[in-house]
């Protein structure tokens, strides 16, 4: 069984191969997808693959409407995961970022030393970005299922 720790950065690594460099594409290479690539590398269960097809900002918020989310936050909510304090996140858990007008927060993924994989605004790249505490909206713990 390989350790907690060679887990989590495999699941970041796995993230950043599908991801970096990638242009934005709603329901192709979006900060949702993203999020359950990480979860799916750990055999961790998500309804976020069964959400259906979107295509854009507005078939994105049915899909979540469709699984009884308001918004991302509630939908990480909903897979089960702990939120955390910012300052306790490890390499593989998701984070909050701010996100574009009309919704709560948009997801990364934790690779350490500050440093986060996401969707860049500036140019809608995934790409690793260096939020500063205050864009760190929320945070998640992502464990390996099943937990020992």
């Known amino acids: 069984m390989i350790s907690p720790l060679l887990a989590r950065r495999d699941a970041a690594q796995a993230a950043l191969d599908a991801f970096l460099g990638q242009p934005f594409a709603w329901g ?3 900060c949702v997808r993203l999020a359950a690539c990480v979860l ?37 909510d909903g897979q089960g995961l702990p939120r955390i304090g ?7 858990d998701l ?15 934790a690779l350490g030393n500050g440093r986060v994989l996401a969707f860049s605004p500036h140019d809608n790249l995934g790409g690793v970005l260096e939020p500063g505490p205050e864009d760190i909206l929320a945070c998640w713990r992502v464990n390996p299922w099943p937990q020992p």
């Open 28 to 30: 192709q290479a979006d």
């Open 40 to 76: 799916n590398h750990h055999g961790r269960p998500t309804d976020l693959n069964r959400a259906g097809k979107w295509h854009s900002a507005l078939t994105a918020r049915r899909a979540l409407k469709r699984l009884g989310y308001a918004g991302l936050g509630a939908a990480v």
């Open 86 to 92: 910012h300052a306790f996140h490890l390499v593989g």
């Open 95 to 109: 984070v909050g970022l701010p996100a574009p007008e009309g919704w709560d927060v948009s997801l990364g993924v």
